[in-house]
């Protein structure tokens, strides 16, 4: 059904409440939209915190009830940015009031209710689409046109790590991503669910793998207070009881391999979320940390000149920079959510799909699944395919 | 006079309106302010279109008579954002009108404008500062923390480079930055003046100068049609009037060389604006294609243990990171702008003074100049020290 | 047995040959040492080649039976360079003749020889050493004196990738590194042995590995003529009997987790033997494509200031680096086998024993075996530890 | 006068003299020769000394008496490795005794004795070459080639900086390179002189400089003892004598426009010897820190694919590299030696002239002299041109 406003409920005033605030308030101003975003309503369980974040990100209203919010007829879209434990409750609300949605990642903490999250959306008949924003940096999306154009070839090698460091010191006080209970699990989901949702974007499907996880730390200084960014320790200890480094192998329905590994233990790594690609013809090679940039290696250069380029996709032809600024002026982490929320808008305002949606998140949540199989059993695991 | 609210007439809606826009949009959603800036009108020649762009960027109002605007009781500040040769007169109006007066760079064309403009704002005690936008890049802002705190020691080398790339295609149509009367340069004061800039405020003033500078595209195609990012070409050529090039030789007042070399025909350097300086005990280097990283090399390293460390200012703690997203979520070009007009608001708010202020753009002026005139006399030339 | 010469007698001649040559040919000119080796005699199939292999480096002699040559009485060390097949006989056999070895890595092409040959030299009481000459790149040192000193506290992450693409394109015909019977394994053994070793020497032992392997070409030209550099192709095809890459992950004796990825099919990864280690209180990461360079993280460094630092470790204090030129001046691929003979040279001179000798070589050969029984079982293995 | 083998008669045993030294052992070694170079004397002022290294070095003779040794008939090349200040002397002996003459750079001192030293050589008609060594990269002779073949164009921007921090450190005490007596200048002839010849080669001849040199740290601990690689003070101190840095502009017969910069107090810089030239189509970026990379950006690359590509410069047909290692296997400082003394052994062996030779060393000495006259005069000066 297309439309001239979308209005949008956000669940969550957080981390990523905040980032997708900046992003809807941005979209329309740096992008030609076919349906203008309207921030209707935020929703959050403190209703003096969600009130001020209302006030100072432009949101009509703030509600600490996201179940009356969301079903109110002024509200066309339902925006999860809560941890994934929430994700299922909230995702088949929203599908019942026959509201499209839009997910954080991972879409939830468990395979099974991811399959429910798909299954509730598909039957509501409404839009979804999961955030898996790195999809949107303009270097990833010219990677996906250049292997879709096979600039590469027929891919072999997939190479994912994605590395943070917040957590190597052992004096960390707890937070929610440390609970098995809110976060499902910790590097696994969190970081791993990107690594995977991107090969899975640039190199198909996973059929097999064998992997394993550790937690190193076990136990850390009680939760105290927060602001988000940082925080202070409480009294006493809390058990940690998700990971804090997942590895596996993989291998790919097309015939590539693939190594992944998230790790929240790496001194010096504070968003290192890489993956490189080796194909019959070509390489290309990608990190946050310098996001703006793709290396790409083409054995199809002459002989004598052959190397990986260091392509700054920032030119106004590259995916969505053309929005943005001149050549050369480079963007940065919240681009991407913009770049997703305008591809969003766009498809709910013509009824055309969204990418990725639930089922690229139910099978996002199948690999991590099957790694979790894995280390049970100690052998290679089948993934399941989400039809 | 500490304030509230600030209310903002912004001139020009091109690259450098949307720029400010978005900072505007945006400063009082990331930081705490002490005066909440309120975006009340925003002024052009074609008033359809600033029109259209204030609808689209939440300016209350459009106009295309500034001076009437800018003069109105309700506007606090005037945010000047037009090409350089219009500066000068609209700073004057804004002072006679007693509105504080934010300006991009350079500050004018000329110094001897750029010295009315400083007599000017000074005469009215009005608030001003100069738009020299990279001082706010967190590692910039970084690398001036460690200076003054003896990091690197004495300064002994300076070296600049300010690399663009987007006019060595020679059918690259004229636009007002290629035409002295509007640009009063072209690499020389656009590029240049954002390195001297950053040199004098890492480094200091600078006494003597030797350069020259060099037009090797010498006509082009005719200025057609352009959206602000792509342009394409009208019938027939246009000479070009201002300089593709730009370099000088400096001898800081502190004792160090330096060396500045501002270009359009680099190819494949989009927006690499570098400084690297040399001390008695370290070095610094920074480019903005990799904004978010400062190199620092330490001779107080364990002996062996010594190299460049390339830190990513992104911590909280680092200059206004915390503001922004956790460790290692970079920042893009935009987020200086938004850094730029949180310090302004602030010193209003507070009656403080700016930095850079009018005279750092007069003195900038007064090393451009004197560039200039080395150039006609073929040897060194003192910089005018502008009290 | 302390001496003052060590005549040495080396069997190959070609690329190992010469890089063996070189650095028997150098090690007394630059390292100041306690016994001069005497390039004795050199030996292989072809007498015709060489002989004049033998005159251009200097070897007094030349000898198609390597066995008679080595029996020698004028022969202190046997210095086997050949392919990997043939490493038991002939370490065997010098053993048998009381002479010292030197051998190529891998130790051999099983884990089953390996420890033949560990017995033998034992047994025999000679001096035993293993080439696996990254160790010696002064950068490698550098980290492993860092890791012994604690630098980077407990080991964590594990993460060696040896990448290279020599066959890439299908068309490079069949050498004996492309046959089972020869090579024993592809990438799995010639470069996945190194990752291996260094990650032995930099982190300790490995407990248990799951892995895959793959050829991904399985049929090439047949082999025509080479010179040990370029070859091309003979008539016909056939067929590829070892692995194109190989993928496995590890746990370490010590707690910390690793992945290995050794291909040749990797695009523009031309020699790219990384390996990254994150502890709990910094990371280090080297590759040899920049083999001077040791990035090194500390947590230990300023809050504000920390960040991977690039150290060039060609200081005269860095290990090795100060026999060779000034700071900055680059070494390359021989220099380090030139390290690796000055070590031999000088434990052998003063009774020493060599490291890493024959046991570090079996342990190698014994987590490659162990990655292939992962491979059949299609879950962890244990790794058989050697005493 | 082509011939079978070359007898080398070198002077000088210190850095330089061991860098000729392993150059003249290793050449035959590696490269098929058209005549064999024969190390027949090397000579030295300290008897004992000279005798001890010539025995390590394989030298067959060693002399303290060097007019006597290259004037033997026995001898066909003389190999000049001593500082400047006595280049002059021994080169004009050497032709007038009929031999070739191979030079260190800088030629000499002072464009005088430079240009005596070319009139000789050319009056004797003997073979002559200046050792800029820089020129045998690989990389640097790949940059060449492409040059030549027009892949970048006609040159616009040529931009030099050699960084090295020897003598950051204060208490680093006085030796032969920091009096003016015996090296002429300081970084200016030493470093600069490398740049020069660089920019000669690659983007032709320069018109005219203005520029100006520093010395930082005027006084220093008097010499003590060294063994070449590390220095200990002696009592007192000693007043430098040449500068610490030089920096200049250059404007390029062919239209390209330059910045030059030296120095011996960037902390950090180890052997930072760059260039970057950017041409109408392209641009080139090399580095000897990382000396087997050339970085290449051409406009000619896809639109959206453009990006600076690092070609590593030791694949089988890059220049020289094919006579060293397979691809990947990085060549070091010592590497470019051996490819000078290669090609000056070629040249001799065929009657061939030289590159770089005699003049191209005027030619540097040029225009160090021209910027030294710039710095007198505080304007641009004219270089001269040697024919």
Redesign the interface.
């Known amino acids: 059904m297309p439309q001239d406003t979308l209005n949008v409920a956000l669940i969550g005033y957080k981390?990523m409440g905040k980032?997708h605030?900046?992003a809807w308030?941005?979209v329309?101003?740096?992008f030609d939209l076919d349906a203008q975003p309207v921030m209707k309503v935020v929703c959050g369980r403190d209703g003096a915190a969600v009130g001020e974040f209302a006030e100072?990100?432009?949101w009509e209203n703030s509600s600490d009830n996201w179940q009356e919010a969301i079903a109110s007829d002024d509200v066309d879209l339902v925006d999860i940015s809560t941890p994934g434990a929430s994700h299922c409750e909230m995702a088949l609300a929203a599908a019942a009031a026959s509201k499209h949605v839009f997910c954080e990642k991972p879409l939830a903490n468990s395979l099974e209710e991811s399959k429910q999250m798909l299954a509730a959306v598909r039957k509501a008949g409404v839009k979804h689409m999961v955030n898996f924003s790195y999809r949107r940096c303009p270097a990833i999306s010219?990677a996906k046109?250049?292997i879709d154009a096979g600039?590469?070839g027929e891919i072999?090698?997939v190479?994912c790590?994605y590395?943070?460091d917040?957590l190597?010191?052992p004096d960390f006080p707890m937070n929610w991503r440390m609970r098995a209970e809110s976060a499902g699990s910790g590097a696994h989901g969190d970081l791993g669910a990107h690594s995977i949702d991107m090969a899975r974007y640039l190199a198909g499907e996973i059929d097999e793998v064998?992997?394993?996880k550790?937690t190193?730390i076990t136990e850390r200084p009680a939760e105290g207070t927060s602001d988000g960014?940082?925080a202070t320790a409480g009294e006493g200890t809390e058990k940690v009881t998700v990971d804090d480094?997942s590895?596996?192998?993989a291998?790919f329905a097309g015939?590539a391999?693939g190594?992944f590994?998230a790790?929240r233990?790496?001194?010096?790594?504070?968003?290192?979320n890489r993956i490189e690609i080796?194909?019959?013809?070509?390489?290309l090679v990608w990190c946050?940390?310098?996001?703006n940039?793709?290396?790409?290696?083409?054995?199809s250069?002459p002989?004598?000149?052959?190397?990986?380029?260091?392509?700054?996709a920032?030119?106004?032809?590259?995916p969505y920079a053309?929005s943005?600024?001149?050549?050369?002026?480079?963007?940065?982490?919240?681009?991407t959510f913009t770049n997703v929320v305008y591809d969003l808008t766009q498809c709910i305002a013509s009824g055309k799909d969204c990418s990725p949606d639930f089922q690229d998140g139910a099978q996002c949540s199948a690999v991590l699944e099957a790694v979790n199989d894995s280390e049970k059993?100690?052998?290679?695991a089948k993934v399941e395919q989400i039809a």
Chains 1, 2, 3, 4 share one sequence.
């Open positions: 981390f980032a605030s900046q308030l941005k329309g101003k740096f100072r990100w432009g010219l046109q250049m600039e590469i072999r090698h190479r790590t590395l943070q917040w190597v010191d064998v992997g394993t550790k190193f960014l940082t480094a590895l596996f192998l291998k015939g391999l190594s590994e790790t233990l790496a001194p010096g790594r504070k968003n290192h080796n194909g019959s013809k070509g390489s946050f940390e310098s996001l940039e793709l290396e790409f290696y083409s054995t250069d002989g004598t000149q052959q190397g990986f380029r260091k392509i700054l920032t030119e106004g032809d590259h053309g943005w600024w001149p050549p050369g002026h480079m963007l940065g982490y919240d681009h059993s100690g052998s290679w």
